[in-house]
């Protein structure tokens, strides 16, 4: 059974920092890549970000490029979405997700796997 599991939101001052972490299991993820996406309240889930299973391609959502950075751990099936310098729209809960490079930043495909989420609140 494929089990992602997220932590590390939480409330932060704007202008604050937070790192995400995700952790994926109950199969081998080999050649799959890694992502953040988010939803913000009453507002649809967007990507925020995605990494490939080698870690050398990165793709971002263009309002958090800069400021947030998406690594991870192939061996052990780690990715981490480090947020600084965040902003009150930054305000959403973040999922991770994991799917094939090509398909990992579409909203959604038949081959995703998606963690519970988790919350982060940026207070102004």
């Known amino acids: 059974q494929v089990q992602l599991v997220e932590s590390g939101g939480g409330l932060v001052q704007a202008g604050g920092s937070l790192r995400l972490s995700c952790t994926a299991s109950?199969?081998?993820?080999?050649?799959?890549?890694m992502g953040w996406f988010r939803q913000a309240p009453g507002k649809e889930r967007e990507f925020v970000a995605a990494i490939s299973w080698s870690g050398d391609t990165t793709y971002y959502l263009d309002s958090v490029k800069g400021r947030f950075t998406i690594s991870r751990d192939s061996a052990k099936n780690t990715a981490d979405l480090q947020m600084n310098t965040l902003k009150p729209e930054d305000t959403a809960v973040y999922y991770c997700a994991v799917d094939h490079l090509d398909l990992v930043a579409v909203s959604t495909s038949p081959s995703r796997y998606w963690g519970q989420g988790t919350r982060v609140t940026v207070s102004s």
């Open positions: 109950g199969r081998t993820f080999s050649d799959y890549a």
